[in-house]
Structure formats: C-alpha cells, structure tokens
C-alpha cells in the first residue's frame, strides 16, 4: 500500500477516534455496564462533552489519568501500523475494531479485575466473523471449544489453588478475601480469543499469555524482595491474567512473525 499524506491523516483521526473510545467504555462499562455520561470518579462530578473530549480536570479540579493518555498514544500508533500493514485476511476497519475491544478489555481488566458481560457478549459474535472471515467455520469453533476447555482446566486448578489460599490465611489469623486466581470471565475471554484465532493458534496465545504473565509476576516478587516489601503473602497474590493473553493474541493477530519465530513447525 502506498502511504501517502492522505491516508496518514485518516490513520491518525481513526486512531484517536478509537482511542477516544477505548477510554470512554473503560471509565463507564465497569460502573455502569451501559453508554452512560462518564463521571470523575473521586467525586463523582459529571464530566461536560467537550471536557470529556479534551481530558480536562473535572469541575472540582481533579487532574484525569495517565491512562488516558497512554491509551491513546497506543491505540493511534496501532491504528497507523494497521493502515500500514494491515492483515491481508480481516483488512484495516476490521482489524481496527478488534484493536478497540483489545484495549477495553485490557484496560477494564486491569484496573478492576472485571472481564464484563457485555464485552463478552460483542466479543463472541465479532470474534466468531473475524474467525470465519480468516480461519473458516470449522478452525474458528474448534478454537473456541479448546480455549473454553483448556481454560475450564485452568479454572478449577485455580480454584482448588484459591482454598489452599484461604485455608493459609486462616492459619495465621488473617481475614479472608473473595480474591480468585481465574475467574469465569477469564475462561470466557480465552474463548473470544479461541474464536478469534481460530485451533492450534489459541495454544500459542494461551502458552506465551502464562509465560509472559509469570515473567511479569517474577519481576514484580524482585521488586519487593529488593524494596524490602516482600511478605508472607506476596507469592500468595493473584494476577489478572486477562490482559497478557489480550498481548499475547495481539502479537499473534497483527504481527504473524512472532508465531513463526518462537512457535517450533
């Protein structure tokens, strides 16, 4: 594709556009589950539309978060890769939608240790065409009953891991917590994914999604270990595991040279 100024432009308001969005759902879905005005949410202040837009304080002066502006950044260099190199089986609107529940998925995920109903709900049935679309019928089904399975395994291995937890804590007096290592929207999730992806891929998404999430979990024990933070319980803590298979699917979906280099065959 030939990039002239033109589709820069396109690419750029695309992107902040979807940005724009990402943001949006992430500060709404989670409190309301619905297309809501968004509100500060250390005051609880209504935020005005043009406020909102530009990521001004709210009127009671609390500065909006860094995310915003992270994300934003993120989703615009995504959307002018994509016009770039889009994939040669879902195209650049598609691959931009996609890029779109990526980014509230992951961001809901992490900030709230929620995968929502609804994105769910959009995910399965875009997730079910872009397969279609790019694997056909049978790769796309078979990919999303081997994610639910796999991750159904998962889900009661992390269950059985939440009672030793909770025993562990009684033990020492400690109050507790409803905290789970994977939640049921995790195995939903991995599903979308499986869809999306399609059979074998949803292997390499699932392996290297746990792979980055111990390395990331690994560096964050040595950070404590080194601030004089680490405690009893610090291996005992539960991550989001969400948002490294969202990475991990990404890599797979918009840079197909990473399951060549590290996927053996």
Not at 69 to 89: D, F, G, M, N
Not at 170 to 185: F, H, K, Y
Not at 204 to 223: H, Q
């Amino acid at each position: 594709m030939n990039f002239m100024p033109t589709n820069l432009v396109i690419s750029i308001i695309f992107g902040l556009g979807a940005g724009w969005l990402v943001n949006y759902l992430a500060d709404v879905l989670p409190y309301t589950r619905r297309f809501s005005r968004p509100i500060c949410q250390l005051c609880g202040a209504s935020f005005g539309l043009w406020d909102y837009l530009l990521f001004r304080s709210c009127k009671n002066g609390h500065r909006r978060k860094l995310r915003l502006w992270i994300v934003q950044i993120v989703i615009l260099a995504a959307s002018i890769y994509t016009w770039l190199q889009p994939s040669s089986k879902i195209g650049y609107f598609p691959g931009l939608v996609l890029i779109v529940y990526f980014g509230v998925v992951f961001v809901i995920d992490m900030e709230h240790r929620l995968i929502l109903h609804p994105t769910s709900i959009f995910g399965a049935v875009f997730g079910a065409v872009i397969g279609i679309v790019a694997h056909g019928i049978g790769p796309t089904l078979l990919g999303g009953l081997g994610g639910f399975l796999i991750m159904m395994a998962f889900y009661y291995l992390g269950v059985l891991f939440a009672r030793i937890r909770a025993r562990r804590m009684l033990a020492q007096g400690q109050e507790v917590d409803d905290e789970e290592a994977l939640g049921s929207g995790d195995v939903i999730l991995v599903t979308v994914l499986g869809l999306i992806l399609g059979w074998p891929l949803i292997w390499v998404c699932l392996l290297y999604g746990i792979l980055l999430g111990g390395l990331v979990s690994l560096f964050i024990v040595l950070w404590l270990i080194f601030s004089g933070r680490y405690g009893a319980n610090a291996l005992m803590t539960f991550i989001p595991y969400g948002p490294y298979f969202i990475v991990t699917a990404a890599m797979i979906v918009y840079f197909p040279q990473f399951v060549r280099i590290f996927t053996p065959g």
